[in-house]
């Protein structure tokens, strides 16, 4: 069998990627190793911002549907030490350059904009290989394969289609995050809802920090952020979910007790995030046939810009495979060409940001940053 665009991935980069050809008439195939579109959380708040993720919905055709989404007051932002004290306060709206949505429901819009059929779920891809002329065959976990017209590898961090471009593989960066989460906060952990605030909390020192961000129906979403050693993680049996909370709450000593109960409190299983990241300015020679988008492509430290780059870079392939329906390779060498730069500002812009967060100065250095622009513009990133 033979699809004219197969897509590996069905995050938000391959889905936008297959709306935007469906827009322009262009069939494609998406390919998905999880179950079933509810087989796990998607996520938490993503501010969707004005220069990339916002023109792609609208390159798709869904910018009215996500306006639907928007969590109101999201964009708030106040930056806390470890006392619980408030050193900076962002209580505005931002000026909506950056609102705020649940990462599962602008996901959600965009698998239902699709016609039926297009996403084949619990199809996980073992290997990949050429066989000239452009063409590729998959091989899946269950032995089928296909072969391909126009391979799209938007199967994120660990993709299975980037070796055929790329040898590069992502390396640790020296933090973890921890995921908890608390549920209705306003009458159950009011302290903490408190501290959070109505969007995005950050308490820092030097090495560690606890973000926190308020979703719809009083759900606070808890990301620690540790600079640790992967020892310190592989130490940990995280599947022993008291036993994990303890030993990450151990970090947070003599914090204000507001704070570390965003972790001791949790109400789920605490997840462990070991952050990775591709290269700085990683990019690969033309191969005929296939090409990458989001983490596939450009897996950075994370900034707020991921899932934003990612439906961008889905919405500029399905342009520029619209614009050359008869010319795949041209397509990609316009698409290409755009997007390593892009790509590579990016991974330099979050490289930088991190730091800020995590350095000898916080959380003083992250209250600079906000301080010393215009809040309109300001970098804030997740």
Do not use: C
């Amino acid at each position: 069998m033979t699809t004219p665009v197969t897509i590996i991935g069905a995050g938000l980069g391959g889905l936008t990627l297959a709306r935007v050809l469906h827009v322009h008439g262009i069939p494609a195939k998406v390919y998905e190793a999880e179950a079933s579109p509810t087989a796990r959380t998607q996520g938490g708040m993503l501010d969707i911002h004005d220069h990339n993720g916002q023109p792609a919905l609208r390159a798709a055709g869904l910018f009215d549907q996500f306006l639907g989404l928007v969590h109101e007051g999201g964009e708030a932002i106040r930056v806390l030490d470890m006392q619980g004290s408030v050193l900076f306060d962002r209580s505005d709206d931002g000026a909506g350059k950056r609102p705020e949505v649940l990462r599962g429901r602008l996901r959600q819009i965009l698998l239902d904009s699709l016609p039926a059929g297009t996403i084949e779920w619990g199809r996980k891809v073992t290997a990949a290989r050429p066989l000239g002329a452009g063409r590729h065959e998959l091989t899946f976990a269950d032995g089928s394969t296909v072969t391909t017209g126009l391979l799209v590898g938007a199967d994120g961090a660990w993709s299975r289609v980037r070796p055929l471009l790329s040898g590069a593989k992502p390396a640790y960066v020296g933090t973890v995050f921890v995921e908890t989460y608390l549920f209705d906060s306003d009458e159950r952990h009011p302290a903490s809802a408190k501290a959070v605030g109505g969007g995005s909390m950050f308490a820092l020192a030097p090495g560690k920090g606890i973000v926190a961000h308020r979703e719809p129906d009083g759900v606070l979403h808890t990301y620690v952020q540790l600079n640790k050693a992967r020892e310190w993680s592989d130490g940990i049996d995280f599947t022993d979910a008291g036993r994990a909370t303890a030993r990450v709450a151990e970090e947070f000593d003599g914090w204000a007790p507001e704070l570390t109960a965003l972790i001791t409190d949790g109400e789920t299983a605490p997840v462990l995030r070991i952050l990775h990241a591709l290269p700085a300015g990683h990019r690969w020679d033309r191969v005929p046939g296939v090409t990458l988008l989001g983490d596939a492509a450009h897996l950075t430290l994370p900034s707020g810009e991921g899932a934003n780059l990612a439906m961008f870079d889905g919405a500029e392939l399905g342009k520029a495979i619209a614009a050359h329906p008869d010319d795949v390779e041209a397509a990609l060498t316009a698409y290409e060409d755009s997007l390593f730069p892009r790509s590579a500002e990016a991974a330099a812009e979050a490289a930088d940001l991190l730091p800020l967060y995590l350095n000898d100065e916080a959380p003083q250095s992250l209250v600079d940053m906000f301080t010393g622009a215009d809040p309109g513009d300001d970098q804030q990133r997740r």
